[in-house]
């Protein structure tokens, strides 16, 4: 599993230098791809995935998650979540993040930075004891906080061997509620966080999740292992080793 996040991990560090305007999602899809596949070793999960047809998701402004790459040309102020997932040797990595295509609104900005913020408090509950419900809670008491909301239909799961394994890992929720977390325990914690409501609709393609009131959404996802005395996130990066969060930031307190 530690081999697989770095897999991920390494597969959003590749990308950043291919982000900027008149790329088009496909041709991101296609470097992704071709990186997974001829240096990395390793499988594109999502190819073929219940007849998902790219290697790669990207979700782009109002699109919450599941975004199908494709011919759309990616422009100056659009905000963009890629999400990858590969397979090596049999096990799962799985993490996303947020990027911004030239310079972003001020809104755009501040909701990428909350949504993984939300993200961070959650992780930050993840120990031996804890329970799936603490974490929910602190995600969205922390976005909800901010005056933005939290999509409920889809959420974190266990990861191994399968791609989506038990449990599932709410992004909202009670403290106390929901199994409680033990060492060797893997999963993903992945909130979705919308400026404006909650709710989302499903388009035509089947795959692609979008605000139903065309707000601006935001995702980031890291796989966690539940360790002896706390959590290690597998898909860490290492832009996250060298500036690691600010003291104080994102502790659960609004
Ligand atoms: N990577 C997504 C997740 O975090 C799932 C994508 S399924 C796909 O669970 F088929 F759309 F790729
Ligand atoms: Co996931
Ligand atoms: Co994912």
């Not at 999602?25 to 071709?34: A, M, V, W």
């Not at 799961?157 to 992004?171: D, K, M, T």
């Not at 979705?192 to 139903?212: E, F, Y």
């Amino acid at each position: 599993m530690r081999v697989a996040g770095r897999l991920a991990a390494q597969v959003l560090e590749m990308i950043d230098e291919h982000i900027r305007p008149g790329v088009t999602t496909g041709e991101l899809d296609r470097i992704c791809h071709d990186f997974i596949v001829d240096e990395q070793r390793a499988v594109p999960a999502p190819l073929n995935y219940k007849g998902f047809p790219k290697s790669i998701c990207t979700s782009v402004n109002y699109q919450v998650c599941h975004g199908i790459p494709g011919n759309k040309r990616l422009k100056k102020g659009d905000l963009l979540n890629i999400d990858i997932t590969i397979i090596k040797d049999g096990y799962h990595g799985d993490t996303s993040k947020m990027f911004f295509v030239g310079e972003p609104s001020i809104l755009a900005r501040r909701l990428a930075k909350t949504t993984q913020e939300a993200m961070r408090v959650g992780i930050a509950q993840i120990r031996p004891g804890a329970s799936l419900g603490d974490v929910g809670h602190a995600i969205q008491r922390f976005a909800e906080g901010k005056r933005y909301s939290v999509v409920q239909e889809y959420c974190g799961h266990g990861i191994g061997r399968a791609f989506h394994e038990e449990p599932q890992v709410l992004h909202y929720g009670k403290p106390g509620e929901g199994i409680t977390l033990m060492p060797g325990m893997c999963f993903t914690v992945e909130p979705m966080v919308n400026a404006g409501k909650r709710h989302i609709k499903l388009l035509s393609d089947g795959w692609t999740v979008v605000t139903k009131d065309r707000s601006l959404s935001a995702q980031w996802e890291h796989t966690v292992l539940v360790t002896q005395d706390g959590h290690e996130i597998l898909t860490l990066r290492g832009e996250e080793r060298e500036k690691p969060p600010a003291p104080g930031a994102a502790t659960g307190t609004c």
